[in-house]
């Protein structure tokens, strides 16, 4: 029997992962119309964005697309060509990547689209948090997005090990967090 290695506090962030939107499981207008290798590969689509942004892949409106063969997700995600056929014709009764023909022997390029959000799932996913007062201060939060992980959080070992940066999330009120 294969001893089981477990993960050190250093090691945590050592993998890449493919993200797969959640919404994706949850919004009506998805998550009975695709099946997991469909949200699987909308994910790989999603990360391979990255590289079409590096080789500057996108059309004269700006829109960003990608390249990826049938045969090469069928490789990837160890799946038959009519399974990938089917995972890409949900995607695309989804609006969730649309395909133009490049002509012979060429592989189609790709525009994934972004999700529609639904916004019955917004009010149950949101929680609103008011002081009652009738005007906003810099207090209270209007509709805060959990992030519902089910991930505990506590604080063991050396925190000065995890390397996080910070900076990469500029955009985000600090401050309002802290206050509250």
């Known amino acids: 029997m294969n001893k089981i290695e477990y993960f050190k506090i250093n090691e945590v962030f050592e993998y890449k992962f493919i993200q797969i939107p959640k919404e994706l499981f949850f919004n009506s207008l998805y998550k009975d119309n695709l099946d997991s290798n469909s949200k699987i590969l909308y994910g790989f689509l999603l990360d391979r964005l990255s590289l079409s ?83 906003n201060t810099r207090h209270e939060v209007k509709n805060l997005h959990p992030n519902y992980t089910n991930n505990n959080y506590t604080k063991r070992g050396n925190q000065s090990s995890l390397s996080y940066n910070i900076d990469t999330h500029s955009s985000f009120d600090w401050d309002l967090l802290y206050d509250n």
Not at 61 to 71: A, F, M, Q, S
Not at 107 to 114: D, T
Request: aromatic fraction near 8%; include cysteine.
């Open 53 to 135: 942004i590096k080789n500057n892949w996108c059309d004269e409106n700006g829109d960003v697309y990608l390249i990826y063969t049938r045969e090469d997700i069928g490789k990837l995600l160890h799946i038959s060509n009519k399974t990938v056929i089917k995972a890409f014709k949900q995607l695309a009764e989804c609006n969730l990547i649309v395909e133009k023909k490049q002509g012979r022997n060429k592989p189609n390029l790709i525009y994934p689209a972004k999700i529609k959000h639904d916004e019955s799932l917004n009010s149950l996913m949101c929680k609103n948090y008011t002081s009652g007062s009738g005007k």
